[in-house]
């Protein structure tokens, strides 16, 4: 159980490290914007996998992982807007029923499972590639640098 909270926990260091451009943070910038957040992240990673993983060829294939799982996360996200535009758009309607907002709320739910679940496996692959001490030293790099942006200013919480 320990391994797996762990696991997540990176996979969302991943999250929080491409969340530059989270909906909040750039809510209302034109696309070309958001993707430079991206891209910054990606390259971020990159910089610290290729630090990290020891064997290039090893690091080019976690890179190109790193690179799945910010296109799933832009994917997911970009879906997640549209559910949000249906309803609002369902919400402007008099007459509309419970069931049509159910409808959008559980595919939405299935989307984000879905999407959660891609990024997960990824995740794995990811681990399969490099050894515990690199897994390691990048999840600590991932926390110093996540804990750089959480609210409160509080250093990292716990260790992996």
């Known amino acids: 159980m320990h391994?797996?909270?762990n696991?997540?926990?990176?996979?969302?260091?991943m999250v929080v490290l491409v969340g530059c451009s989270s909906y909040?943070?750039?809510?209302?910038?034109?696309?070309?914007?958001?993707?430079?957040?991206?891209?910054?992240g990606q390259q971020d990673m990159e910089?610290?996998?290729?630090r990290t993983v020891q064997d290039p060829n090893k690091a080019k294939e976690v890179n190109t992982l790193v690179g799945e799982i910010i296109n799933e996360l832009k994917a997911s996200r970009e879906q997640e807007r549209n559910y949000h535009?249906?309803?609002?758009t369902l919400n402007t309607s008099y007459t509309a029923e419970p069931?049509?907002?159910?409808?959008?709320?559980?595919?939405?739910?299935?989307?984000r499972a879905q999407s959660s679940a891609k990024v997960l496996s990824l995740r794995f692959k990811m681990k399969?590639?490099?050894t515990a001490d690199e897994w390691k030293?990048?999840?600590d790099e991932m926390l110093s640098y996540s804990s750089r942006y959480q609210h409160g200013g509080g250093g990292p919480k716990s260790s992996y």
């Open 128 to 130: 399969e590639l490099m």
């Open 3 to 5: 391994r797996m909270v």
């Open 99 to 111: 069931a049509e907002f159910s409808k959008i709320l559980n595919e939405a739910t299935v989307q």
């Open 24 to 40: 909040h943070h750039h809510h209302g910038m034109g696309a070309g914007k958001s993707d430079a957040y991206w891209q910054k």
């Open 85 to 88: 535009r249906e309803l609002y």
């Open 7 to 13: 696991g997540l926990l990176v996979a969302m260091g």
């Open 47 to 50: 910089g610290l996998i290729n």
């Open 137 to 139: 030293a990048m999840s």
